[in-house]
């Protein structure tokens, strides 16, 4: 069965010929393609690529109501599963300005939150939706795009590794499994807790003794997302997966959701993964390439 992603994107990112929408779908269109991806599109963001003469007699391109009129409230449930399979997305890409208000809108929220608790990919940039497609294709058997390749220039990049507490355990397996992987990036950066485990992990695998494989920053809620965003916002930090808890309250919500702004920020350089089940299929599309 093809793919499903709802598909949104805001006001900014559809305004002009060098929006991001349109950037994604000429980097992208041929995979889309290739992979027969059915596109559920909520009404503006469907306009706006009938608008530009984009995707054109393709099928699997589908339009939903305006936001206004509950498109984005249809993803969600979508998200979760209705009507058996009849109703099932596998993800969304929601290209987000972090400064328009209907990106903090209820909808909004649960689109990424329903992402999240399902395993499912939420894909908030432009370099995370171009990044997902190669990642299909590749699982998918087909050749590598070398539009892509700066995906995958591990060499010259930085990862962040974050984990909230009841995912910690998560993200230390996630990093064991992935250790080969994920000690070819440049460089690899931390907060507290999390940081200090993973360094205590790559010591237990031979990485040399007092040499760290991840630098530390200050722990969550003492700054150490405002310092990774601060990276980030820099172009300094190209790639986050983050392993992120829907469940509980958190204290420091602020600083979570600074880093968040933080990636939409710069769309078109940051790739962010918010799930351990998307993260893993990353690394396995990285290693087939």
Known sequence: MPLCLGLAANRIHHQTEDAALFAWLRACEAGIRELGLSLHAVGRTYDAIQGAGMLGGYGALHRYPYGR????????????????????????????????????????????????????????????????????????????????????????????????????????????????????????????????????????????????WVERYNSGPLGGDAQIADLVLERRCQRVIFFEDPHVARQHEADIQLLERAVTTVTTEAVCTTSPAVAQRWCEAALKR
């Open 69 to 212: 009129e509950g498109g984005l409230m249809k993803l969600v449930a979508e998200v979760v599963g209705m009507e058996g399979d009849a109703r099932r997305l596998d993800g969304a890409i929601y290209l987000t300005d972090p400064v328009d208000p209907s990106s903090t809108f209820p909808e909004a929220v649960a689109l990424k939150r329903q992402c999240v608790i399902h395993g499912k990919p939420f894909l908030s940039t432009l370099a995370s939706a171009r990044d997902w497609v190669e990642m299909e294709r590749l699982h998918a058997g087909l050749a590598p795009d070398p539009g892509a390749q700066r995906f995958h220039d591990f060499g010259r990049q930085t990862l962040a590794l974050i984990a909230h507490d009841a995912l910690k355990s998560r993200m230390l397996e996630f990093a064991a499994l992935n250790f080969e992987l994920l000690s070819r990036f440049g460089r690899r950066v931390a907060t507290g807790t999390t940081g200090q485990r993973l360094n205590e992990l790559a010591w237990s695998r031979g990485w040399p003794q007092g040499r760290p």
